[in-house]
């Protein structure tokens, strides 16, 4: 239990979106991504998710881990089939937003979420690093409370809301987290994690890594910041981390280039740079295979009208 609470001490969670939506007409995406953790909740009607379409229904609430592909329906009955890149495009079709407040009496299907991001010593997507499936919560009296309070705050005027926010992004997580150490799940995936969290050769790789993005950042550089050969570094950073470095850096790359995107007004070609890619056409085809849509439309999917 020492080494749970020393990664939920270590963690540093950022709010980043939350809405209610109400689906004007059922879709499913079938590769949904982002670099968020989401955690939606259903008010009416019902969603499903993954292969084989698990239903989720009125309170019932699903957990979507951030770098995570899975294909979700939004609705009860069948509708469009789409990809991200052409949901993105046309999704006022399908969704809207709307407040808490002002009721949802007249709407046959809806939902909520609040996405965020849980990074260990403000470098490692935790979620991501434990490499799970999306998955079902059910029915969960608190983290339900949880995610209705983030979206009441946002939508509210009221003074000290984004304090309110931060506060309960928080207790989000760690219930989230309470809630998957009581029932016994991804047990070894989280004793991987207390283990290599506690290594500081491979936390001064990690911090290294996120400081120096546009560097050049070869087996031969880390290797000196773990103070290990060039030849077992890779191995050493796989051994505890169950991916290679190389890929570790290539996510860490696109998903700074992401916030990027939706927080600067950057070029595409000053961005590709800014997190390593001296060659923008590599750069944009590398975007596009991770995240399924260009980066031009990830930049404009910001542009559009939040839901």
Known sequence: MEDYNKIIESLSIRFVKARNINILEPVTVENNYDIENTLF??????????????????????????????????????????????????????????????????????????????????????????????????????????????????????????????????????ELIRFILKQGMFVEQFATNSSYFKDPRLIDIFTFIKENLSSDLSNKVLANVANVSEDYVGQYFKMLTGINPQDYIEYQRMEEAVKLLRTSKKSIREIGKDVGYKDTAYFCRRFKMMFGIPAGKMRRRETLIQV
Not at 57 to 76: A, R
Not at 113 to 127: G, I, L, Q, T
Not at 153 to 162: F, I, L, Q, R, W
Request: hydrophobic share 35%.
């Open 41 to 174: 909740i259903v008010n009416k009607g019902s969603i499903r998710f993954g292969k084989e379409k698990e239903e989720i229904f009125k309170d019932d609430i699903l957990f979507v881990p951030g770098g995570k592909q899975v294909s979700i329906s939004y609705g009860s009955n069948d509708g469009d089939y789409l990809s991200k890149d052409a949901f993105l495009s046309t999704r006022e079709k399908y969704f809207e937003s709307f407040a808490l407040n002002n009721g949802n009496g007249e709407m046959e299907e809806t939902y909520s979420y609040v996405s965020f991001e849980a990074k260990a010593f403000d470098s490692v997507n935790f979620f991501a690093s434990l490499d799970i499936p999306a998955f079902k919560i059910g029915k969960n009296s608190r983290i339900a409370e949880l995610i209705r309070g983030v979206n009441g705050e946002v939508t509210s005027n009221a003074p000290g809301k984004d304090r309110i926010v931060k506060l309960m992004t928080e207790e989000l997580v760690i």
